[in-house]
């Protein structure tokens, strides 16, 4: 970044603390910008909008977004009484890591219709065992990229998820990892896994 003679460094919230120190040593300034909740990333586009003076474009982004939150959400009241599948998002696998009730993607999963399978556990992410997804089992897994060639850990096969082939691994982890513009593609794709599911 120094070789670069950058003015600003933009960077989510991971950024190294003794890193921003350095760079401000060298006369960069560093913008973090928090990218945990919807509520972050809309912060985080009003600042970005005021840094290079696009705050109209910002603001234009933001209603598209509010515009497709509540015609998720008017959809979800006009089709309340439809089955809600319970959703498992894997962040991780070994260590077993899931989405948890407490981060944005349980918010995605209830806009797209369906019901976070962890969604009672507080956490934004939950580190769990086999047994706890076998004792709650999902009717989707969505696992982000994984691999064609590296299994779902052992026991697993008999979640019916993976008995149903409602294991969804066709989206980048950028869609859904972080909380940005992606967030109109990632609801619906989940939205996607659960027409399947409904399919079945």
């Given at each position: 970044?120094?070789?670069?003679?950058?003015?600003?460094?933009?960077?989510?919230?991971?950024?190294?603390?003794?890193?921003?120190?350095?760079?401000?040593?060298?006369?960069?300034?560093?913008?973090?910008?928090?990218?945990?909740?919807?509520?972050?990333?809309?912060?985080?586009?009003?600042?970005?909008?005021a840094l290079?003076?696009?705050?109209?474009?910002?603001?234009?982004?933001?209603?598209?977004l509010e515009e497709?939150?509540?015609?998720r959400e008017k959809k979800l009241a006009e089709n309340s009484a439809e089955l809600k599948p319970k959703i498992l998002i894997m962040i991780w696998d070994s260590p077993l890591i899931v989405a948890?009730?407490?981060?944005?993607?349980?918010?995605?999963?209830?806009?797209?219709?369906?019901?976070?399978?962890?969604?009672?556990?507080?956490?934004?992410?939950?580190?769990?065992?086999v047994e706890w997804v076998l004792k709650n089992p999902p009717d989707i897994i969505i696992f982000p990229e994984k691999s064609a060639e590296k299994p779902l850990p052992l026991g697993f096969e008999m979640l019916p998820a993976v008995k149903n082939k409602l294991v969804f691994t066709d989206i980048k982890s950028d869609t859904l990892f972080r909380a940005n513009i992606y967030i109109e593609r990632a609801v619906k794709y989940i939205e996607n896994c659960i027409e399947r599911f409904r399919k079945k």
């Open positions: 970044v120094a070789a670069q003679r950058a003015d600003l460094l933009i960077s989510d919230m991971i950024f190294q603390s003794t890193a921003v120190a350095a760079l401000g040593n060298l006369g960069i300034n560093v913008e973090l910008l928090p990218l945990e909740k919807i509520d972050d990333y809309k912060r985080s586009l009003r600042r970005l909008g290079f003076n696009r705050g109209e474009a910002a603001e234009q982004a933001l209603k598209r497709f939150i509540q015609c948890g009730g407490g981060s944005y993607l349980n918010y995605y999963i209830g806009l797209a219709g369906g019901v976070n399978a962890a969604e009672k556990i507080p956490q934004d992410y939950f580190k769990c065992s």
